[in-house]
């Protein structure tokens, strides 16, 4: 079956381009959940979904991250202005619902701001 | 800033050696969660254990969780190379929905 999809896999940009990340979780998971990976760490939480109402975007470092889920199933991480740090890898989860359960993780999209 | 932090940070062992993670965390948590992450690849979640288990199998997996010294391990018994992966835990730090990872250990097992 369908596991969770990203695109791109790979994305170079320049320092102050805006860069658009996209997400299809497994069909009917409610949870939708974004990380960020810096190399040799472990996953940072950036923001959860619940079909499409964002309850908790704490995580974003900063206004210029910008997520969205419109219709409750794919969602889009957006970086404005991207600088060096940005540099990361993003993952993207879902989960069939809250609770505590098992995020399904997918395989993630490589940033690189030069 | 994360919640846990794995132990070693590196681990290199032979084929058919067991290998030993361990987690400590820094909240009370409802479970605890070992991920398996293969270079360039996301992560595959191994084992759930619940803050009223202490230890959980799951094929050559083991898992235990020590509530009152805030730390878990994980035990992989009879290693392969196809093991060689990051292996996180991650806690839910109470909450209901999101998770906080480890640094992670790197584990190498040698053909």
């Known amino acids: 079956g369908a596991g969770v999809s990203q695109s791109p896999r790979y994305k170079v940009a320049k320092r102050g381009q805006d860069v658009a990340l996209r997400c299809d979780p497994i069909?009917?998971?409610?949870?939708l959940f974004w990380y960020q990976q810096a190399l040799g760490q472990g996953p940072e939480f950036l923001t959860y979904?619940?079909?499409?109402?964002?309850?908790?975007k704490s995580g974003l470092p900063s206004d210029r991250f910008f997520a969205e889920r419109p219709e409750g199933s794919v969602s889009t991480l957006k970086i404005q202005r991207t600088q060096q740090e940005d540099s990361a890898v993003y993952l993207c989860?879902?989960?069939?619902?809250?609770?505590?359960?098992?995020?399904?993780f997918g395989p993630g999209t490589r940033l690189t701001v030069l | 800033s994360q919640q846990g932090e794995e132990d070693p940070q590196a681990l290199s062992i032979q084929e058919g050696e067991n290998a030993t993670m361990n987690c400590s965390y820094k909240?009370?948590?409802?479970?605890l969660q070992w991920y398996r992450q293969n270079s360039g690849r996301g992560l595959v979640h191994l084992i759930l254990?619940?803050?009223?288990?202490r230890e959980k199998h799951s094929g050559r997996l083991r898992v235990t969780l020590d509530t009152s010294k805030k730390s878990s391990s994980l035990l992989i018994t009879a290693s392969r190379a196809a093991d060689t992966a990051s292996y996180f835990c991650?806690?839910?730090?109470?909450?209901?929905?999101?998770?906080?990872f480890g640094s992670g250990t790197r584990l190498l097992v040698r053909p």
């Open positions: 989860a879902s989960s069939l619902r809250d609770g505590n359960n098992e995020q399904f």
């Open positions: 069909s009917g998971h409610v949870s």
């Open positions: 979904f619940q079909n499409e109402a964002q309850l908790d």
């Open positions: 909240t009370s948590i409802n479970n």
């Open positions: 254990i619940r803050s009223n288990e």
């Open positions: 991650a806690t839910d730090a109470g909450s209901s929905y999101k998770l906080i």
